[in-house]
């Protein structure tokens, strides 16, 4: 059973485009939203994060977008660049981060 | 450099085999958590130890077994392994209260 639904499994992004990458989840008792940046024969690396009493948070060209009533939170990747081509996670755990579920994963490839 | 080191980086071995994954976690991190990360699952909880004890279990098989040791380093053990234990895997360890940071990976070929 997939609790944290990711879509899409794969992306590709003109340079300068806008990357959208969109989480939805069942679980209401999730409270810890971390989205994880992987590049090939790398771990994850966490990239940002978001808890439920938050709408929306940004890091620099990251955004990620909560929206707590239809349970949905999505990743946005301004002036998205070659650099950013990695595999996205986006998760979400309860209280003490003691398991964290992770979505199916978005490839995104960012073309010159 | 998430401060996190597994060894091997990566590992071959037969089917019916026995192979042991270590993971050395950020200093003062008492949390660690292991993951199996396929094509076609994603990155699947196996089990998290806090303090040498054993906290969270996810969808770990029985021929899996982990262990955390007094100096907070960490093993996994895959017996009797099959073909489709080929995998990615990951350790991570937190901090109370923080969020999880990755290892490497170990790679594991079972042929």
């Known amino acids: 059973q997939q609790q944290v639904k990711q879509s899409p499994q794969s992306l590709i992004v003109q340079k300068g485009g806008i990357s959208i990458i969109n989480c939805a989840y069942e679980?209401?008792?999730?409270?810890?939203f971390p989205w994880y940046q992987q590049f090939p024969g790398k771990g994850p690396a966490l990239l940002i994060a978001?808890?439920?009493?938050?709408s929306e948070k940004k890091e620099g060209r990251f955004t990620i977008s909560f929206n707590k009533s239809a349970k949905q939170f999505s990743l946005h990747i301004m002036d998205s660049q070659p650099g950013d081509s990695a595999t996205y996670f986006c998760?979400?755990?309860?209280?003490?981060?003691?398991?964290?579920?992770f979505g199916i994963g978005t490839k995104l490839q960012v073309i010159p | 450099d998430s401060g996190v080191t597994q060894t091997p980086k990566h590992l071959i071995t037969a089917t019916g085999q026995r192979v042991t994954l270590r993971c050395s976690p950020r200093?003062?991190?008492?949390?660690v958590y292991w993951y199996q990360q396929s094509l076609d699952q994603g990155l699947q909880f196996l089990i998290h130890?806090?303090?040498?004890?054993?906290?969270a279990k996810g969808n770990i098989l029985e021929r899996f077994s982990a262990q955390q040791f007094p100096d907070l380093h960490s093993e996994l053990n895959l017996s009797s392994l099959e073909l489709g234990d080929s995998a990615l895997y990951f350790c991570?360890?937190?901090?109370?209260?923080?969020?999880?940071?990755f290892g490497p990976g170990t790679r594991l070929t079972v042929l």
């Open positions: 991570a360890s937190s901090a109370i209260g923080d969020t999880q940071y």
């Open positions: 200093s003062g991190d008492l949390s």
């Open positions: 998760a979400a755990s309860t209280g003490g981060y003691q398991k964290v579920t």
């Open positions: 130890y806090y303090n040498g004890e054993e906290r």
């Open positions: 679980n209401t008792a999730f409270d810890y």
């Open positions: 978001i808890r439920p009493d938050v």
